[in-house]
């Protein structure tokens, strides 16, 4: 049997992510009207499911969208799209779109959309090179400047992300894995899917102002208290990434990843720092003890829907 690019849950049916469509009616298509989560699979188990959830529907919420699944649903066909495509290490998406307006038309009133559910599943990946995760990824400062919160609520995991992706050829073109971009006030914010550390002087730091949150930027700093290190957010500019003792990134698709390099210049001594792999480390090896974990097998049981559950 082919190996599975992955499965894609669409329309209410289970198809080959590649065979999945969005109807070019949609504004999620026209209008990148969609929001969207993406939770990891390691070895059968969710990692922080309830979380990237919660983040869904706060997303869903703020752009006044309602995905027509109950939570149990949900996490029942996530769960069998990981299932489906015999994964065991797995990035899985769920996303809900504005839908067609009202009589198919191409331009109209967003209430009138019915809000549709899709998810998919695809083989684990890194947001760097791999073998970063051992030797150290390389950022680019971007000229592309983050769109700000007044403008786009980047707390909302959605799909307007012109900003990243200029900031994402700038950095590949110059021979880096990643860009990290500045707001307007030239303070940094985040990259394409991960948020940007440094350490100095012992304190680990995070941007915290006009980027996405992540789930694995919560589970730093709860690392960092285990790990009886203080961690805190901070106005950061590139100067500080660039005089870090040590810098790493957190992400869905990777997890703790130390930087040595930031632009043309070497971060401390140009090799992981000592912090960065002690929480690299911790982390994989809480998540090999079920730190956080649903177990796949636990979701795959039908759930009551929800025009029933009250019953």
């Known amino acids: 049997m082919a190996e599975s690019n992955g499965i894609a849950y669409s329309g209410g ?6 065979d999945a469509t969005i109807p070019i009616l949609d504004p999620a298509f026209t209008k990148s009207d969609v929001v969207f989560d993406a939770v990891s699979v ?17 997303s869903c919420s703020y752009v006044r969208m309602k995905p027509p699944l109950g939570e149990d649903e949900i996490k029942h066909v996530l769960a ?3 299932e489906k495509a015999e994964f065991s290490r797995s990035i899985v998406y769920m996303l809900c779109t504005r839908g067609r307006y009202g009589g198919g038309v191409a331009f109209g009133d967003p209430r009138t959309c019915r809000n549709e559910f899709l998810a998919y599943s695809v083989p684990y990946y890194w ?16 000229e592309t ?5 007044v403008a786009i609520n980047q707390r909302v995991k959605n799909f307007n992300r012109m900003d990243l992706t200029c900031a994402q050829f700038e950095a590949l073109d110059a021979g880096a894995d990643q860009p990290v971009l500045l707001s307007t006030g030239g303070y940094l914010t985040e990259g394409p899917g991960f948020n940007v550390w440094i350490v100095k002087d012992g304190r680990v730091l995070t941007p915290g102002e006009n980027l996405l949150e992540g789930i694995t930027r919560l589970t730093v700093f709860e690392l960092c208290q285990m790990a009886g290190l203080e961690a805190a957010t901070a106005d950061l500019k590139p100067q500080d990434l660039a005089a870090a ?32 792999r002690r929480l690299r480390d911790l982390y994989w090896e809480k998540r090999a003890q079920g ?17 029933v559950a009250g019953r």
Do not use: M, Y
């Open 13 to 18: 049916h289970f198809v080959p992510v590649e």
């Open 245 to 276: 003792d040590e810098a790493f990134l957190s992400s869905s698709g990777g997890g703790i990843i130390p930087i040595t390099k930031v632009s043309n210049a070497l971060i401390g001594d140009g090799k992981p720092g000592d912090i960065s």
């Open 42 to 58: 390691w070895d059968g188990n969710f990692f922080r499911l309830d979380d990237h959830l919660r983040r869904f529907r706060d």
């Open 80 to 82: 069998q799209c990981v």
């Open 291 to 307: 730190w956080h974990a649903t177990a796949l097998a636990d979701l795959l049981v039908e759930p009551v829907p929800r025009a």
């Open 127 to 142: 947001v760097v090179p791999k073998d970063r995760i051992q030797t150290g990824a390389h950022l680019w400062v971007a």
């Open 145 to 149: 400047r983050r769109a700000p919160d």
